[in-house]
């Protein structure tokens, strides 16, 4: 069974690029949510997905954003990177009436020059 | 202040040693509440998970809530050095998103 996939595992961008990562939830899940987590912090939670539509949103600007595929997938995009944004990106699924049990996956490290 | 205060460590303990960390949490709408283990490089793994308030056991991993202070813990008999890992509490209302602490980073010394 697998569990959830990010993709890329490690990414380097400049200042003002945009991003877009990937996650792929655990078998069964319909709900994805990401996280950043900087260096030495928990992470923070930036979005949540449940049927292609933002649910959630925490305190994250315009400048994420999301998009959920039918098939549950999910992409993180991030525009005008600044260099702040350099964290370890963590995407989690969930079954949507258990939001609380969340299952992550190894993240994707982001490092803004 | 944030949400949930979290020990922030790190804490070094010899193997086999009986080890306690602890959150404490500000929002008394939070019911459910969590400790993630992360290893290094890796994303967090559930460890526990517990409703409301009282003691929930899973081999020699305890997780304890007190809701009247507001005060989590997680307990760890017989620590070994695969223990080692940085612990994350959580926290959360129903159906809401999770609010972490900052995490402890614990090493268990051979």
């Known amino acids: 069974d697998a569990g959830v996939t990010q993709s890329p595992t490690h990414l380097i961008k400049t200042r003002g690029q945009q991003v877009t990562l990937r996650c792929s939830p655990k078998s069964g899940h319909d709900t994805v949510s990401w996280y950043q987590q900087a260096l030495g912090q928990g992470p923070q939670f930036i979005f949540q997905y449940y049927e292609e539509e933002e649910r959630q949103r925490g305190n994250f600007p315009d400048r994420f954003s999301g998009h959920q595929f039918p098939n549950y997938s999910s992409e993180l995009n991030v525009n005008a990177l600044l260099l702040g944004d350099s964290a370890l990106y963590l995407c989690a699924s969930s079954l949507r009436d258990r939001g609380e049990k969340l299952f992550f996956g190894s993240g994707t490290q982001l490092s803004v020059l | 202040q944030k949400e949930v205060e979290q020990d922030p460590g790190p804490l070094s303990v010899p193997e086999g040693a009986i080890v306690s960390l602890n959150c404490t949490y500000s929002?008394?709408?939070?019911?459910?509440f969590m400790w993630y283990r992360q290893y290094s490089r890796k994303g967090p793994e559930l460890l526990m998970y517990t409703y409301s308030s009282g003691n929930k056991e899973d081999g020699r991993f305890t997780a304890q809530v007190d809701k009247s202070s507001k005060y989590i813990s997680l307990f760890i008999r017989d620590s070994q050095p695969s223990d080692s890992a940085t612990y994350l509490c959580a926290t959360s209302e129903r159906q809401r998103q999770l609010t972490f602490g900052s995490g402890t980073q614990l090493t268990v010394l051979p």
């Open positions: 929002n008394s709408a939070f019911q459910y």
